[in-house]
Structures are given as C-alpha cells and as structure tokens.
C-alpha cells in the first residue's frame, strides 16, 4: 500500500502563507484523484482542494478559490497545496488524501471518499 506523508504545517500570523507537501511513497500516476482536506476541532472534514492527476482539473469549494493551489509533481511523487492570505479559520489538520478506483474525482472531492489518507499535518494560523 502506497503511504502519504504530510509536511509543511506551521504556526503563522494571518496573512501568511504556507505551502504543504505530500510525498508519496509510490508513484502518484496510480491514483487518479488526490486532494488536500482539513479538520478542526469539533468540526467536520472539509475539503480543500482536489485534482484530476491525468487531466490536471482542478476543483476548490468557493471559499478557496484564488487563495489555495494545488499541484503535483509526478517525477517527485509529490502533491503540494500553495496557501496564501491565510486566516485564523483556516487553522486545522491539513490531510492528504488519493484513490485509484475512479475517474469521478469531482464526485470523490465532494464526497471525501478516498482509499488513501495520509497523518496529516497541523496549520496553526494566529490574528
């Protein structure tokens, strides 16, 4: 089973920004879907930011758009999430996630029905 290490989370001030990592211990061409989600304390995971790894379609909930960028780097097996402008509501665990048994990734990004989730790693943002 191919493994996904989260890296990059950090304290910042509001306004900063912050990009995370997600190597894959395996190629990142197997999966179709991957995507970046997040989940405070008390609340439920919520998607970030999905990506089609063969077409390169992008896919961000309205509240991310122009603030958050994912990309991937398939000769370094590595999905990366730019974040920019970041506020006090964006702090959370930030997890890593990819699938292989669709092409649907829109319905997998809304769903948040991915086989593979990495640890995640924490972005703590202050006012």
């Known amino acids: 089973q191919v493994q996904l290490v989260e890296s990059g989370g950090d304290s910042v001030q509001a306004g900063g920004s912050l990009r995370l990592s997600c190597a894959a211990s395996g190629s990142t061409t197997r999966y179709n879907c991957m995507g970046w989600f997040r989940q405070a304390p008390g609340k439920e995971r919520e998607g970030v930011a999905g990506i089609h790894t063969g077409r390169g379609t992008t896919y961000y909930p309205d509240s991310m758009k122009g603030r958050f960028t994912i990309s991937k780097d398939n000769a370094k097996n590595t999905l990366y999430l730019q974040m920019n402008s970041l506020k006090p509501e964006d702090s959370a665990m930030y997890y890593c996630?990819?699938?292989?048994?669709?092409?649907?990734?829109?319905?997998?990004?809304?769903?948040?029905?991915?086989?593979?989730w990495g640890q995640g790693t924490q972005v703590t943002v202050s006012s």
């Open positions: 996630a990819a699938d292989s048994s669709s092409a649907d990734c829109y319905r997998k990004f809304v769903s948040i029905s991915y086989d593979d």
